[in-house]
């Protein structure tokens, strides 16, 4: 059995080792928490960029409404059999048999006054502002996203440290016992309670080996890397431990100003407005200049140009719409209407959901900040109790169960100590997008 669990043991740490070394076979790209931010390329903050490129194009496109337009036409019949008109005088035809007419003209119209044309091109500019706002809502949102991830890789490189020492420390506990056991001086329950002990940490050490490279993995697809590189951070979640401090007065006020989704529907309310308006514009009168000219041309079939006989024309419009009644345009009006009052309540309660959000992290981060002092001191208590227990048994005055004991509890309390830190850079994350800090 021993044999066994020895060789499992060896094939586990072999993978280990072949896995870490295939890692280190890769090009690596050393990372800070800026850097990481900086080299963002995640495919969504371009569909934003390309939105507001789509936007722009939109408000181009409502703008050329007031350019002239020109149009060039021009149309070639052949007449087989033009009709006739049989009176009691006698029969008329109403053309030439066996006739062409060629017909040529250009037209140009210009809107002089077209009050939708006007209210869409502002409607466009606040289309921009929007696409905008929510390309900078999608940008804090992403950063959220990288923050978190690369706090969660720093969580994990830390654990697996932590789980490693307490592996080497139970690893040189089992081989103080088991020489104390050749030597006749501890039974061998103590013997095989230091092995287990041994043995039990390696799974967690594996496990947090490959909470590891999860989380690189998750910060490449959040930053958009897709280059097969290795990522590596020299950074540790004890570094944050002097900046795990809470602004009282700002956070007192919970100010959401900066808010990119409370800003989005405020000017979604912008737009109902200026909707509204273009609206009301159907009831306007609309007034366009006009003018053509054009040339037409009969002749037989024998298409010797110089006998075609050709005449042209010209005119110049001013036409003038007065809308008179049109239902739909009261029923868009109530329409308006209604979506203005769902966005005035969706405002509300939106702002109430966010500002319990805010102080649910503002409560978080000033727990943690608490939890820390106690859980650095818990971590330098554990360690003394470890040098005690080991002192003690080295003697004969401890058990290998407060041994063991004190093991589990210094790593313990490492882990929660780093959890603590953590848990406090993931809630003010969280509380910055919430309030819109850039």
Same mark, same amino acid.
């Given at each position: 059995?021993?044999?066994?669990?020895?060789?499992?043991?060896?094939?586990?740490?072999?993978?280990?080792?072949?896995?870490?070394?295939?890692?280190?076979a890769?090009?690596? %790209?050393?990372l800070?928490?800026?850097?990481?931010?900086?080299?963002?390329d995640?495919?969504?903050?371009?569909?934003a960029?390309?939105?507001?490129?789509?936007?722009?194009?939109?408000?181009?496109?409502?703008?050329?409404?007031?350019?002239?337009?020109?149009?060039?036409?021009?149309?070639?019949?052949y007449?087989?059999?033009?009709?006739?008109?049989?009176t009691?005088?006698?029969?008329?035809?109403?053309g030439?048999?066996?006739?062409?007419?060629?017909?040529?003209?250009?037209?140009v119209?210009?809107?002089?006054?077209?009050?939708?044309?006007?209210?869409a091109?502002?409607?466009?500019?606040?289309?921009?502002?929007?696409?905008?706002?929510?390309?900078?809502g999608?940008k804090?949102?992403?950063?959220?996203?990288?923050?978190?991830?690369?706090?969660?890789?720093?969580l994990?490189?830390?654990?697996y440290?932590?789980?490693?020492?307490?592996?080497?420390?139970?690893?040189?506990?089992?081989?103080?016992?088991?020489?104390?056991?050749?030597?006749?001086?501890?039974s061998?329950?103590?013997?095989?309670?230091a092995?287990?002990?041994?043995?039990?940490?390696?799974?967690?050490v594996?496990?947090?080996?490959?909470?590891?490279?999860?989380?690189?993995?998750?910060?490449?697809?959040?930053?958009?890397?897709?280059?097969?590189?290795?990522?590596?951070?020299?950074d540790?979640?004890s570094?944050?431990?002097n900046?795990?401090?809470?602004?009282?007065?700002?956070?007192?006020?919970?100010?959401?100003?900066?808010?990119?989704? %409370?800003?989005q529907i405020?000017?979604?309310?912008?737009?109902?407005?200026?909707?509204?308006?273009?609206l009301?514009?159907?009831?306007?009168p609309?007034?366009? %200049?006009s003018?053509s000219?054009?040339?037409?041309?009969?002749?037989?079939?024998?298409?010797?140009?110089?006998?075609?006989?050709?005449g042209?024309?010209?005119a110049i419009?001013?036409?003038l719409?007065?809308?008179?009644?049109?239902?739909?345009?009261?029923?868009k009006?109530?329409?308006?209407?209604?979506?203005?009052?769902?966005?005035?309540?969706?405002?509300?309660?939106t702002?109430?959901?966010?500002r319990?959000?805010a102080q649910?992290?503002?409560?978080?981060?000033?727990?943690s900040?608490?939890q820390?002092?106690?859980?650095?001191?818990s971590?330098?208590l554990?360690?003394?109790?470890?040098s005690i227990?080991?002192?003690r048994?080295e003697?004969?005055?401890g058990?290998?169960?407060?041994?063991?004991?004190?093991?589990?509890?210094?790593?313990?309390?490492?882990?929660?100590?780093?959890?603590?830190?953590?848990d406090?850079?993931?809630?003010?994350?969280?509380y910055e997008?919430i309030?819109?800090k850039e």
């Amino acid at each position: 059995m021993n044999c066994k669990m020895r060789f499992s043991v060896m094939l586990a740490m072999l993978a280990t080792f072949v896995l870490t070394h295939a890692q280190e076979a890769l090009p690596v %790209l050393n990372l800070t928490l800026d850097k990481a931010i900086e080299l963002n390329d995640n495919p969504t903050m371009k569909v934003a960029e390309q939105e507001i490129t789509l936007k722009e194009v939109a408000k181009k496109e409502a703008w050329q409404s007031l350019l002239p337009s020109v149009t060039l036409d021009g149309t070639i019949s052949y007449d087989i059999k033009v009709a006739e008109i049989k009176t009691s005088m006698g029969t008329f035809k109403m053309g030439m048999d066996d006739a062409n007419t060629w017909n040529g003209g250009i037209n140009v119209s210009l809107p002089l006054y077209a009050p939708a044309v006007y209210n869409a091109i502002k409607m466009t500019k606040k289309d921009i502002e929007l696409a905008v706002e929510k390309g900078r809502g999608s940008k804090m949102e992403l950063i959220n996203q990288v923050k978190k991830a690369y706090y969660q890789l720093m969580l994990a490189q830390d654990s697996y440290d932590v789980l490693m020492a307490s592996y080497k420390l139970t690893e040189r506990n089992y081989n103080v016992v088991k020489a104390k056991f050749e030597q006749g001086k501890v039974s061998e329950y103590d013997k095989i309670s230091a092995e287990v002990q041994h043995r039990s940490v390696w799974p967690n050490v594996i496990s947090s080996k490959n909470a590891v490279n999860l989380a690189k993995l998750q910060l490449k697809v959040l930053m958009g890397i897709t280059a097969d590189v290795d990522l590596a951070i020299n950074d540790k979640l004890s570094n944050y431990e002097n900046n795990m401090q809470i602004d009282a007065t700002s956070a007192s006020q919970l100010a959401l100003d900066g808010n990119s989704t %409370l800003r989005q529907i405020d000017l979604n309310g912008e737009l109902l407005n200026q909707q509204r308006k273009m609206l009301y514009g159907n009831f306007h009168p609309t007034l366009a %200049l006009s003018g053509s000219y054009s040339y037409l041309s009969r002749s037989n079939t024998n298409w010797e140009f110089y006998n075609y006989k050709w005449g042209n024309s010209s005119a110049i419009n001013l036409s003038l719409s007065i809308p008179l009644f049109k239902a739909s345009n009261f029923t868009k009006l109530k329409t308006n209407k209604i979506q203005q009052t769902q966005l005035a309540e969706n405002r509300i309660n939106t702002e109430r959901q966010l500002r319990m959000q805010a102080q649910g992290q503002l409560d978080k981060m000033v727990a943690s900040a608490e939890q820390l002092e106690t859980n650095k001191k818990s971590v330098e208590l554990a360690e003394k109790e470890v040098s005690i227990s080991e002192k003690r048994y080295e003697v004969g005055k401890g058990t290998i169960l407060e041994l063991n004991s004190s093991q589990v509890s210094l790593t313990n309390m490492q882990l929660t100590y780093n959890n603590s830190i953590y848990d406090y850079l993931v809630a003010k994350s969280e509380y910055e997008t919430i309030i819109g800090k850039e």
